[in-house]
């Protein structure tokens, strides 16, 4: 990169109605989300034994110089570019690094794909022989270590400076379902599919606690809330369980969440600078549960599916999630209400959902290995950029 891009202004979220049409009834955004796409062919590329397969040399130095640092975001996207790898079984999993510059998509033929939100190329490959498909992925926060959770029931660490991955594996594992770091990248969440969750040291490479209830399915969701201070876990026999951690580290149970109505919970998200948990069921609804509640706040479509994957914007005010039906829904917490639905046509059913901490981008993965790009700022969800907190 030539000269010093000048840093992004601090960014304020807001989501306000379009102008010419009231986008945000139920209606279709102005412009068709599938219009342009991107074919990358990458299925021949040969890929070495735990090695990262850098597709070229200016790759190379994108990289290293995008991830955790300033960058130029690309012209508007038109309002959406699809990617999509040929040899694809399927997007499980997506996560932007610190800035956003970089998105890493997890595939079911065990391949990491790192694509560049500048360029919109693949900047690298992550790939170790013994996976058995990437099934989840997120980043060290204010680091370019990326941690990728295996269904062969390892975890491995991928430094852009190392050619092979760091790997954590525990012998009881039957499969990684969901990763979190805490927020200071002291520890790693690791929600497995015996039902257990393990918290890893960063520093020591050891588990140093084990969250499990006795009724517990396969842990399909964990995340941490702001402050470090509770771990959320969602599995398949429809619990939503809250444990206050320390950074001793220990844990207690301190809130166990169910709906009778629940088919089981895959993704669970704390809501910025609060305690209420989300979490996205099979049985096609939203919990919102705040702490100490008895009932959640439902957040249920008119024609419910398989929510598969949510997050929260970065301010907290709206929820994006997706289901297996290609819909990706932006709802209001503090009315239960949907207020944009983007049906992504040409889509399968959507497994992947992630925001860039300035939201705006927005990708989601589906299971023919599309990913989905949009810029929020042609879609009717919008974003402003700030000065000082100040509107520009």
Known sequence: MQGRYRKLASLAEVL??????????RRTPRVALASVTATLAVAAVAFAPDYIQLLNSAARTDHHELCGRPYKLAKPLAPQRIFRDPGSRGIRALAFCSNGSVLAAADGNGHVYLWSMASHKIVAVLHDPASKGVSAVAYRPRTRTLAAGDAN???YLWQPDRAQPRRLRDPRSKGVRALAFSPGGRFLAVADANGHTYIWTMARRKIALTLHVARSG???GVTFNGAGTLIATGDASGDANVWAFSGKPSAHLAADFRDPGSKGVDAVAFQPRTRTLAAADKNGQAYLWPPGAQQPRVLTDAKPATMTAERFTPSGKFLATVDVASHLLFWDPASAKIIELLPLH???A??????????????????????FIADTTRVGINVVLTNNGTPG
Do not use: C, K, M, Q
Not at 350 to 369: C, H, K, M, T, Y
């Open 350 to 371: 959507l497994r992947a959902v992630a925001l860039s901490p300035d939201a705006r981008r927005l990708a989601a993965g589906d299971v023919e290995g599309r990913i």
């Open 153 to 155: 029931g390892s975890v």
């Open 218 to 220: 396969s842990v399909n």
């Open 16 to 25: 306000h109605r379009d102008r010419t049409r009231g986008v945000f009834g």
């Open 346 to 348: 040409g889509s399968g």
